[in-house]
């Protein structure tokens, strides 16, 4: 009983020794897949260091307003009741 418990701490410790030997080959290429994925789905991924010093384009003022206007608002409103009246109407053939 005693060399069992032996055999398997040594065994214990040496794979777990064997997982930590292979981390820095592993560590080095750490999200490699994912920023290669989100590479391979920009359109221009050269595009942020080709436009650092220019502004942004995007919405325009009163449309963005507007929208940040709606969104403040329904926060102050109390969403509606809804009131579901398929009771029984299911449109089968029978």
Not at 19 to 45: H, I, N, V, W, Y
Not at 46 to 52: G, L
Not at 86 to 91: C, Q
Request: positive net charge; aromatic residues 6%.
């Amino acid at each position: 009983m005693k060399n069992t418990n032996l055999l398997a701490s040594v065994l214990l410790v040496s794979l777990a020794a064997a997982g930590c030997g292979t981390t820095p080959r592993l560590d080095s290429r750490f999200g490699e897949a994912s920023m290669t994925l989100k590479a391979q789905q920009l359109r221009d991924p050269a595009a942020a260091m080709r436009n650092v010093n220019r502004p942004v384009d995007g919405i325009e003022g009163p449309a963005a307003s507007h929208a940040v206007d709606q969104y403040y608002k329904s926060f102050s409103q109390p969403a509606s009741p809804m009131t579901i009246f398929n009771f029984g109407m299911a449109g089968g053939s029978q």
